[in-house]
């Protein structure tokens, strides 16, 4: 007979059911999906589940899914807000015909490395990562120093026009006030006593 469970956990409040039950005379452990804690439940006289998985593990950490959770008890991922199955830059046709093109190439081709900042000034880094474990899947090749570069790209503050621009702006002030103290400098130099006293 299959029946399910309802808990409530005492550290966080939480109400979570367990499906696909069947009867067992000994406690159980169960962990709670909203704040991981594990549960004791007696089960001599309760029902207790049989995991329920749904054949696939969550899309970001890999763990098995139960059909019943609606978010991954071991990293939190929303199932329903997942938007990793969508294909990589759908809404940038440019890049998607640029991936396409250098997909084929060598990982420490030049392209790979234009193309990467391409996704950074776009904001598409998320579908640049997509596209290259898809990749590593796909041919069997080690794609991690391309997902570090990734990581490294996305903690950057500002892109890399902006990185230039202000470097650029940097390099005209320092040539002008240059400039501008040597001037000054062959002023001062170039005035004798007499210009100051008038004769």
Known sequence: MKAQLSLHCPVCSGDFTVEGIVRLPSELKVVCPGCSTELEVNTAATEIPAPVESGEGCPKCGAPRRESLEA?????????????????????????????????????????????????????????????????????????????????????????????????????????ALVFFLLITWFIWSISPGDLLGG
Request: net charge neutral; charged share 30%.
């Open 72 to 176: 991954c008890p071991r990293c939190g991922l929303v199932f329903q807000k997942w938007q990793g199955l969508c294909e990589p830059f759908s809404q940038a046709a440019a890049l998607a015909r640029e991936w396409e093109e250098i997909r084929e190439l060598p990982l420490d081709d030049a392209r790979h490395f234009s193309f990467l900042e391409e996704c950074f000034k776009g904001a598409l880094l998320d579908d640049a990562a997509r596209a290259y474990l898809s990749l590593g899947k796909e041919k069997g090749i080690d794609v991690s120093q391309k997902i570090r570069q990734l990581e490294i790209l996305a903690q950057m503050n500002v892109t890399p026009r902006e990185r230039v621009v202000s470097g650029r702006r940097k390099t005209i002030v320092l040539i002008c």
